[in-house]
């Protein structure tokens, strides 16, 4: 999670103009979409009914023991001692994966930079990490895309062959990029660098782009697998607006962009300035919790009523909730089309999970919970999240 802010005085010329929600088409020109999709409450489509497990909660904090020798600093770093958050989650073998996101402590000598580390568990509660990072900046093709700011915010599908396909942030101090990476076990990944790399000649390589969540099935043994819809694969990105890419192989992906003539649903502002031509499927909106950015959180999930999509809003008061402080982060859910991924069916007109525990009001970033992992296991629903970019909390719900 991070997002460029704008100045209150910015924001709040934005509140007449932050409204809408259009449908339009891009590169792939999928099908006509309607224009406009009614908010919705927590409905029969909904995935929702999530308890918090306060009697744990956070499951996962900073590691002050795993020691770690940096191939790019030449000596050992606390690699987690500082905030771990943002996970993604599998399952696999009987047992459940997280990859999170961590944070080494700052000294004089050693600046801040993410890494992804792994650890295991037979609940889905009480987890074991590995000493070392499975996924990080080295001398490789993508050094000067993730050092000195690392690789965050990973999510994970199974692809074909059950090899494992994670979107992660590759961070150089200065901006974001959606990168990808494979994996056969997810301890051993290979880099496959941005994913719009070979997209409009290059075109996104340089913008700022992030938080790829790939549309997939949700089976019942708790795999995510990546699933096609009309012979593609899809993925909802982004942490201004929401767009959408399609691929054909998961590591090579083009942005849907908008058809001559359309137009933006709502003003762009931020990050989606850059990118103007680019086709907005979930807008932010004014007066609600996601007035202010809006962002993927775990894969999408291919249902018979149609995908879900749970995703990360942010609120700006002055021209969003102004029950909310100011940058809270909290979670709603749209549903979109299962035949064409562009058209928004539904929408929840509030959230199903904001910050109200200590250590979610509370860290390196104040009221926040992201959601990021989300897997079928031993009945129930298990849904993670990074509480105040400083630890990872789980909440769950029976599977019916």
């Given at each position: 999670?991070?997002?460029?802010?704008?100045?209150?005085?910015?924001?709040?010329?934005?509140?007449?103009?932050?409204?809408?929600?259009?449908?339009?088409?891009?590169?792939?020109?999928?099908?006509?979409?309607?224009?406009?999709?009614?908010?919705?409450?927590?409905?029969?489509?909904?995935?929702?009914?999530?308890?918090?497990?306060?009697?744990?909660?956070?499951?996962?904090?900073?590691?002050?023991?795993?020691?770690?020798?940096?191939?790019?600093?030449?000596?050992?770093?606390?690699?987690?001692?500082?905030?771990?958050?943002?996970?993604?989650?599998?399952?696999?073998?009987?047992?459940?994966?997280?990859?999170?996101?961590?944070e080494?402590?700052?000294?004089?000598?050693?600046?801040?930079?993410?890494?992804?580390?792994?650890?295991?568990?037979?609940?889905?509660?009480?987890?074991?990490?590995?000493?070392?990072?499975?996924?990080?900046?080295?001398?490789?093709?993508?050094?000067?895309?993730?050092?000195?700011?690392?690789?965050?915010?990973?999510?994970?599908?199974?692809?074909?062959?059950?090899?494992?396909?994670?979107?992660?942030?590759?961070?150089?101090?200065?901006?974001?990029?959606?990168?990808?990476?494979?994996?056969?076990?997810?301890?051993?990944?290979?880099?496959?660098?941005?994913?719009?790399?070979?997209?409009?000649?290059?075109?996104?390589v340089?913008?700022?782009?992030?938080?790829?969540?790939?549309?997939?099935?949700?089976?019942?043994?708790?795999?995510?697998?990546a699933?096609?819809?009309?012979g593609?694969?899809?993925?909802?990105?982004?942490d201004?607006?929401?767009?959408?890419?399609?691929?054909?192989?998961?590591?090579?992906?083009?942005?849907?962009?908008?058809?001559?003539?359309?137009?933006?649903?709502?003003?762009?502002?931020?990050?989606?300035?850059?990118?103007?031509?680019?086709?907005?499927?979930?807008?932010?909106?004014?007066?609600?919790f996601?007035?202010?950015?809006?962002?993927?959180?775990?894969?999408?999930?291919?249902?018979?009523?149609g995908?879900?999509?749970?995703?990360?809003?942010?609120?700006?008061?002055?021209?969003?909730?102004?029950?909310?402080?100011?940058?809270?982060?909290?979670?709603?859910?749209?549903?979109?089309?299962?035949?064409?991924?562009?058209?928004?069916?539904?929408?929840?007109?509030?959230?199903?999970?904001?910050?109200?525990?200590?250590?979610?009001?509370t860290?390196?970033?104040?009221?926040v919970?992201?959601?990021?992992?989300?897997?079928r296991?031993?009945?129930?629903?298990?849904?993670?999240?990074?509480?105040?970019?400083?630890?990872?909390?789980?909440?769950?719900?029976?599977?019916p």
């Open positions: 999670m991070r997002a460029l802010v704008l100045p209150l005085c910015r924001r709040v010329a934005l509140l007449s103009a932050l409204t809408g929600l259009a449908n339009c088409h891009g590169l792939d020109r999928p099908p006509a979409a309607a224009a406009k999709a009614p908010a919705a409450p927590a409905a029969s489509w909904a995935l929702v009914g999530f308890a918090k497990v306060d009697s744990i909660n956070p499951i996962l904090g900073p590691g002050p023991g795993g020691r770690f020798l940096d191939p790019l600093l030449k000596q050992p770093v606390r690699w987690e001692a500082k905030d771990v958050f943002n996970p993604a989650v599998v399952v696999k073998d009987g047992r459940v994966y997280m990859l999170y996101r961590a080494n402590r700052v000294t004089p000598a050693v600046g801040k930079t993410s890494r992804i580390g792994l650890a295991s568990s037979s609940d889905g509660i009480h987890f074991t990490r590995l000493p070392a990072p499975v996924l990080y900046p080295d001398h490789d093709a993508q050094q000067k895309y993730e050092w000195p700011g690392g690789t965050e915010d990973p999510r994970v599908v199974e692809g074909p062959g059950r090899a494992y396909y994670m979107t992660y942030t590759a961070y150089d101090g200065d901006k974001a990029r959606l990168h990808v990476a494979t994996s056969p076990d997810l301890r051993h990944w290979t880099k496959h660098g941005n994913a719009f790399a070979r997209a409009a000649g290059g075109r996104y340089d913008k700022w782009t992030k938080s790829g969540a790939i549309v997939s099935r949700y089976e019942p043994d708790g795999r995510v697998v699933a096609k819809i009309n593609r694969y899809w993925m909802y990105w982004g201004a607006q929401i767009w959408l890419a399609t691929s054909e192989d998961l590591i090579h992906w083009t942005p849907v962009e908008m058809a001559p003539g359309e137009k933006p649903p709502v003003p762009l502002r931020a990050q989606a300035l850059t990118m103007p031509t680019l086709k907005i499927v979930l807008p932010t909106r004014a007066g609600k996601d007035s202010d950015l809006v962002e993927p959180g775990p894969p999408a999930m291919l249902t018979d009523q995908i879900r999509l749970i995703y990360n809003g942010r609120n700006e008061p002055a021209f969003g909730d102004k029950t909310l402080a100011v940058g809270t982060y909290s979670a709603a859910q749209a549903l979109f089309d299962p035949h064409d991924p562009t058209r928004l069916l539904q929408r929840m007109g509030t959230s199903f999970l904001r910050p109200d525990r200590p250590y979610e009001i860290g390196q970033v104040n009221q919970v992201f959601l990021e992992g989300l897997v296991f031993q009945n129930r629903w298990l849904l993670y999240y990074g509480t105040a970019d400083s630890k990872i909390a789980v909440a769950t719900r029976p599977v």
